[in-house]
């Protein structure tokens, strides 16, 4: 499957942004979902994941300031960004796998490009 990020960008500490990842290739119904982020410095860390029946996951440092949704018609994956903070200023990756766990452990078999975020304080 391959699988393009769009949507990164500037923003002001507090605003919004929202990503989209579009996958082709495959049936995009059959895999979950998530998105990564990659800070200058730093490693690459899991920022959430949907499943293939939309159960969703998030990391502490984002929960209930990002929403991760999917759109099946579209093959289309989304992080929605909210109350973002300068320490959010990342590239973010999507990922997808057949199998969640490897989503959720940063070993799926699929990433596509990163977009990058920028936020200003």
């Known amino acids: 499957v391959q699988l393009q990020a769009s949507g990164g960008g500037l923003v002001q500490a507090g605003g919004s942004l929202r990503l989209s990842c579009a996958a082709s290739g495959r049936a995009f119904g059959d895999y979950a979902m998530g998105w990564f982020r990659q800070a200058p410095g730093k490693e690459r860390e899991f920022v959430s994941a949907i499943s293939q029946n939309a159960i969703t996951y998030y990391a502490d440092s984002v929960k209930d300031r990002f929403t991760i949704s999917r759109d099946n018609a579209k093959n289309t994956v989304y992080l929605r960004m909210n109350s973002l903070k300068p320490e959010d200023t990342a590239v973010y990756y999507c990922?997808?796998?057949?199998?969640?766990?490897?989503?959720?452990?940063?070993?799926?078999?699929?990433w596509g490009q990163g977009t990058l975020v920028t936020v200003s304080s």
């Open positions: 990922a997808a796998d057949q199998t969640l766990k490897y989503i959720r452990s940063g070993t799926n078999d699929y």
